[in-house]
């Protein structure tokens, strides 16, 4: 059976910065107390040209470039975010057009802030079958667009960003060692954005509701948070006969550093061992991970053969762990520029949309 390994990563977040000052000239708020109560200090936000597409596209071409694949060369896509571009299409496929993975099966994945975890655990799933070499997992967020800037419990924790990783099928031990799903719709309500679907088909009502802004219990999600990370993290150790000590890294999901702070205390654990970025990106949502798990890499901290445990937790609810045993770059024959494909993909869309256009006119004709 080929193992799932992480081969490339790369992440994204837009140039604009919004600090806490920033955010305390719309509501009512100060630095210090979101400072104090999440550990953020700033975020990014996307600027209006910008889509999660757009952040994905970036993300995924920076993993292909480190894990030195062609687009062409994915079997798989799958994106996961909270701030899909559209109900439908996918996100994936916007993204698979643009970077020019013309074999790729792309689709979206929703898990809310756990999405990563998922998307990450169903693609080293496919590998691990044998039914797909090589893939590309992607969390995009442009969050700052379905937050009410005039409500203070939320509008302080989001930001804008994306993360990515290419997963690769090897017969080398290693990578995705283990991974646990947890979901309980039982707690459905304590974070949603509810309109716009088929419950809530957009209507001035649902406008006038807010519904369609992101709504939640704060109290009740950090209870919830607080409760399932430590827990996920040890039963996914157990899952490979592990510990915390047989572990360098726990890349959790960057919510509210409280959060993180309480889950190395049930772990027994010093909190050096957490990747935490949190005060500069806010909460990213599906892209938090991986924007972690990049910016670890680049300080010199998680590197090839360490083992590293990966949580998150979220709307819906869910929330998940997996542990991986990092293995960087497979090393290549030749190199690929995935950046080219990009320019080529971009002709190949123009192209077929025109092939689409001209067979409509003639089928019209025929029929
Ligand atoms: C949102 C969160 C930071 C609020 O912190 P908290 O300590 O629970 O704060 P509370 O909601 O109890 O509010 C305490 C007080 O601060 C006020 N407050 C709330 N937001 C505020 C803000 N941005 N600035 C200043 N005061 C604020 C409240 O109105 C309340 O005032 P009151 O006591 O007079 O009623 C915290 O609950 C949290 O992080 N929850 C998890 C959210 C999360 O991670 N969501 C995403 C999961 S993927």
Known sequence: MPF?????WGMYVPEPVLTNDDIAKMVETSDEWIRDRTGIRERHIAREHEFPSTLGVEAAIKALQVANLAPTDLDLIICTSSSPEYIFPATACIIQDQIGATKAGAFDLQAACTGFIFATNMA???IRSGSIKNALVIGTEVLSRFVNWKDRNTCILFGD???AFVLQASDKPGGVLSAV???DGSGADSL???GGGTHYPASEATIHEGKHFVQMDGKEVFRFATRVMGRAVIETLEQVHMTTNDIQWIIPHQANYRIIETAAKYLKMPLDKFVINVDRYGNTSTASIPIATVESIQKGQLKTGDKAVFVGFGGGLTWGAMVIEWTGPIAAKK???PEQYRQFARLRSL???AIRFIEG?????TL
């Open 351 to 353: 192209i077929r949309r």
């Open 181 to 183: 799903m947890h979901s």
């Open 4 to 8: 799932a390994h992480v081969t490339g």
């Open 161 to 163: 960003g994306a993360g």
């Open 192 to 194: 949603t954005l509810l």
């Open 361 to 365: 006119l003639f089928s019209r004709r």
């Open 124 to 126: 080293a799933q496919a």
């Open 335 to 337: 190199n690929v520029h």
